[in-house]
């Protein structure tokens, strides 16, 4: 059974950098044409797409975060990481790690999500 | 503001059947297949159906979906008190190349 765990710190400051992991476990994260991505939901609010990659280095962003998202794979440790730089109080989410298979089959495996708090 | 459109609630008592809305555009639902997720309290969303109407294994055949033009539902029959849940639909865009998603639909079993 495919195991997304996220991990990381649950409070940034603003204008800091956010950081964190997605360890992949019953699947490899080198298989298949299986991306690995984040999806972020605001308290109270809908979800947001914020990029997915492929393990061989393909990345796809949201514009709309592009200029201030990174993400890697880490296939030894079969772990996805996510650093979003510059964040504000519209960066406090529930940060997802999911499994993307594309536009044909979506999104089918989420993790259990981490809050992440912006404050000083 | 969610990029696509769902109602805020619905609403149905034991054994009765609700639809859930989903509207969008030429560039995501109209063009392209609909999944649909279950989210209970505090746990992760969980897909319910994907490509418009197929169901994973293990999701009750209760739960359908169907597409027309640039609107989708969700339908869920034979309601349950353990149905009560957020629904939040989601589709490929075309013009995002990524996936978008609805604002949820806070489902109430009376």
């Known amino acids: 059974q495919l195991q997304l765990q996220e991990s990381g710190p649950g409070l940034v400051k603003p204008s800091e950098t956010l950081s964190l992991i997605c360890t992949v476990s019953?699947?490899?994260?080198?298989?298949?044409?299986?991306?690995w991505g984040w999806v972020r939901q605001p308290p109270g609010k809908g979800l947001e797409w914020i990029g997915s990659?492929?393990?061989?280095?393909?990345?796809y962003y949201n514009p709309s975060l592009k200029s201030r998202v990174n993400m890697s794979v880490d296939t030894s440790k079969s772990q996805l990481s996510l650093h979003l730089s510059s964040v504000t109080a519209a960066d406090a989410a529930i940060y997802y790690c999911?499994?993307?298979?594309?536009?044909?089959?979506?999104?089918?495996?989420w993790g259990r999500g981490i809050l992440v708090s912006v404050s000083s | 503001q969610s990029v696509l459109t769902q109602p805020p609630s619905v609403s149905g008592a034991p054994g009765q059947r609700v639809t859930i809305s989903c509207s969008g555009s030429?560039?995501?639902?109209?063009?392209?297949?609909v999944s649909w997720y279950q989210q209970l309290p505090g746990t992760a969303p969980k897909v319910l159906i994907y490509r418009n109407n197929q169901r994973p294994s293990g999701v009750p055949d209760r739960f359908s979906g169907s597409k027309s033009g640039t609107s989708a539902s969700l339908a869920i029959s034979g309601l349950r008190s353990d149905d009560e849940a957020e629904y939040s639909c989601a589709a490929w865009d075309d013009s995002l190349s990524g996936p978008v998603f609805g604002g949820g639909t806070k489902l109430t079993v009376l």
């Open positions: 030429s560039s995501n639902v109209g063009s392209n297949y």
């Open positions: 990659m492929y393990y061989a280095g393909n990345t």
């Open positions: 999911v499994r993307d298979r594309g536009m044909d089959y979506g999104i089918d495996y």
């Open positions: 019953g699947d490899s994260i080198s298989s298949g044409n299986n991306f």
